[in-house]
């Protein structure tokens, strides 16, 4: 045997005695698992994609779209319908909810009638959402390779020889036009035109209010051809809607009516949100659990509003277009040299400049502004008007999420992480004033 085979062996053995020192490293984390008061009876009620069968404060909205949506049932092809209003206000679901009533009467009754639900973010890019809505009426095209035109063809083709009906809803769909304008929409919307036979209509929705001011007059009359608003939820409606999916969610008697009040109210206090008190009361409830704590109590809450909100953080950051992104770590790269509060002439020197050293074609000014304000909106970014004289107005700008958080984000992105470290030459001008 050779020495490097015995020095080998001699670490494998030394490894090997650590580990049977150590025991079974799983070992504790199972026992406890099997062990520990159990509060979850059905875990997945509390998921974020669970349709339950009551929609507590939803009625309205449920029958309002069922109504619209109704003339499918007799093979007529129903208006297009937008709607709109702020995150976890109930659009996914009173969506899903009808989409699956009307999925059951069409397969038992041999209807010619499909449904699909594409969320716009997920599927990420226009070729992902005409696939999708490809495969809902039987046409199967490649994950990549063919030209949209080819695919819209598809679409088309496919609409025309199942010669029945197709509701398509286009959840988070101001993601879509946010990133690719809003062509696809226009072209959907005019699908049906040379149609003998089948259809499509469509159901966009979108969490922005704002969002229909980015479309063309031409798409917004089509789409909006119907319209359902929803308002965010009060405190009392989201204590009916935790103490409903509570009942099916948990143990009796571990999870008490003040914890839901609780959460409730937080989740009130953000401008209504059932989906942030639901993953509240999740959370609040899987750490207790994991602590083996018999019943939930407001410092389980408490913790579980801090894990969800780092979480929500970094899901928003990590998911934002790729020039956000440049202007988010033009930001941090000022911060980290001191500029702790830029003015956007500064801002959108260093934007230029971190776009030169990844080889990316510069946005505008104008249009960088548009994309601080959005970094705004999600509260991401602070900015100040100010006066500078006889030079005018302009904008302080200043990082409200923890740097700590932005690092963590862009570090983890390829592209950006290497130019993290730059020291932008606008600096020079800032130091002379």
Same mark, same amino acid.
């Given at each position: 045997?050779?020495?490097?085979?015995?020095?080998?062996?001699?670490?494998?053995?030394?490894?090997?005695?650590?580990?049977?020192?150590?025991?079974?490293?799983?070992?504790?984390?199972?026992?406890?698992?099997?062990?520990?008061?159990?509060?979850?009876?059905?875990?997945?009620?509390?998921?974020?994609?669970?349709?339950?069968?009551?929609?507590?404060?939803?009625?309205?909205?449920?029958?309002?779209?069922?109504?619209?949506?109704?003339?499918?049932?007799?093979?007529?092809?129903?208006?297009?319908?937008?709607?709109?209003?702020?995150?976890?206000?109930?659009?996914?679901?009173?969506?899903?909810?009808?989409?699956?009533?009307?999925?059951?009467?069409?397969?038992?009754?041999?209807?010619?009638?499909?449904?699909?639900?594409?969320?716009?973010?997920?599927?990420?890019?226009?070729?992902?959402?005409?696939?999708?809505?490809?495969?809902?009426?039987?046409?199967?095209?490649?994950?990549?390779?063919?030209?949209?035109?080819?695919?819209?063809?598809?679409?088309?083709?496919?609409?025309?020889?199942?010669?029945?009906?197709?509701?398509?809803?286009?959840?988070?769909?101001?993601?879509?036009?946010?990133?690719?304008?809003?062509?696809? @929409?226009? &072209?959907?919307? *005019? !699908?049906? #035109?040379? %149609?003998?036979?089948?259809? /499509?209509?469509?159901?966009? $929705?979108?969490?922005?209010?704002?969002?229909?001011?980015?479309?063309?007059?031409?798409?917004?009359?089509?789409?909006?051809?119907?319209?359902?608003?929803?308002?965010?939820?009060?405190?009392?409606?989201?204590?009916?809607?935790?103490?409903?999916?509570?009942?099916?969610?948990?143990?009796?008697?571990?999870?008490?009516?003040?914890?839901?009040?609780?959460?409730?109210?937080?989740?009130?206090?953000?401008?209504?949100?059932?989906?942030?008190?639901?993953?509240?009361?999740?959370?609040?409830?899987?750490?207790?659990?994991?602590?083996?704590?018999?019943?939930?109590?407001?410092?389980?809450?408490?913790?579980?509003?801090? @894990?969800? &909100?780092?979480? *929500? !953080?970094? #899901?928003? %950051?990590?998911?934002?277009? /790729?020039?956000?992104?440049? $202007?988010?770590?033009?930001?941090?790269?000022?911060?980290?040299?001191?500029?702790?509060?830029?003015?956007?002439?500064?801002?959108?020197?260093?934007?230029?400049?971190?776009?030169?050293?990844?080889?990316?074609?510069?946005?505008?000014?104008?249009?960088?502004?548009?994309?601080?304000?959005?970094?705004?909106?999600?509260?991401?970014?602070?900015?100040?008007?100010?006066?500078?004289?006889?030079?005018?107005?302009?904008?302080?700008?200043?990082?409200?999420?923890?740097?700590?958080?932005?690092?963590?984000?862009?570090?983890?992105?390829?592209?950006?992480?290497?130019?993290?470290?730059?020291?932008?030459?606008?600096?020079?001008?800032?130091?002379?004033?």
């Amino acid at each position: 045997m050779t020495g490097d085979s015995r020095l080998a062996d001699g670490s494998k053995g030394l490894l090997q005695g650590k580990d049977r020192g150590l025991g079974d490293p799983l070992a504790e984390v199972v026992e406890r698992a099997l062990s520990r008061p159990r509060i979850f009876r059905n875990r997945e009620v509390m998921r974020s994609d669970y349709v339950p069968g009551s929609l507590p404060h939803r009625w309205e909205h449920i029958r309002r779209l069922g109504e619209i949506l109704s003339p499918a049932l007799r093979l007529s092809r129903p208006s297009n319908v937008f709607i709109y209003g702020k995150t976890g206000t109930g659009k996914t679901a009173v969506v899903r909810h009808v989409f699956k009533r009307f999925g059951e009467v069409a397969e038992r009754e041999g209807l010619p009638l499909s449904f699909a639900y594409v969320n716009c973010r997920i599927a990420g890019t226009e070729y992902r959402v005409l696939a999708e809505l490809c495969d809902a009426v039987g046409v199967k095209v490649p994950f990549t390779g063919l030209s949209k035109a080819e695919v819209f063809s598809r679409l088309r083709r496919g609409l025309r020889e199942q010669g029945g009906l197709l509701v398509a809803c286009l959840d988070e769909v101001d993601a879509l036009v946010k990133n690719y304008g809003d062509n696809l @929409l226009y &072209e959907l919307t *005019r !699908v049906n #035109e040379g %149609l003998e036979a089948g259809g /499509l209509s469509l159901v966009g $929705v979108s969490n922005d209010l704002h969002f229909k001011e980015l479309l063309d007059p031409r798409v917004l009359s089509s789409l909006s051809e119907e319209e359902l608003v929803f308002h965010p939820y009060t405190a009392i409606e989201l204590i009916d809607i935790l103490s409903e999916r509570a009942r099916e969610a948990f143990y009796e008697g571990t999870v008490p009516d003040e914890v839901i009040r609780l959460c409730a109210a937080l989740a009130a206090a953000e401008h209504g949100d059932a989906r942030r008190a639901i993953d509240l009361l999740r959370v609040a409830a899987e750490v207790a659990e994991r602590r083996g704590d018999p019943r939930v109590e407001e410092r389980h809450v408490r913790l579980a509003q801090s @894990l969800i &909100e780092r979480g *929500r !953080v970094f #899901e928003a %950051l990590s998911t934002l277009p /790729l020039h956000s992104k440049l $202007v988010l770590a033009s930001l941090l790269i000022l911060h980290r040299n001191g500029v702790q509060t830029p003015i956007t002439g500064v801002l959108y020197q260093a934007y230029r400049e971190v776009c030169g050293l990844i080889g990316v074609e510069p946005l505008t000014s104008r249009r960088v502004s548009g994309l601080v304000s959005e970094l705004s909106m999600l509260g991401v970014v602070e900015g100040e008007v100010v006066s500078m004289g006889r030079h005018g107005r302009t904008k302080k700008l200043r990082l409200l999420t923890p740097v700590e958080e932005v690092e963590e984000v862009l570090a983890g992105d390829e592209l950006l992480e290497s130019i993290l470290e730059h020291r932008p030459s606008v600096l020079r001008e800032v130091g002379k004033r």
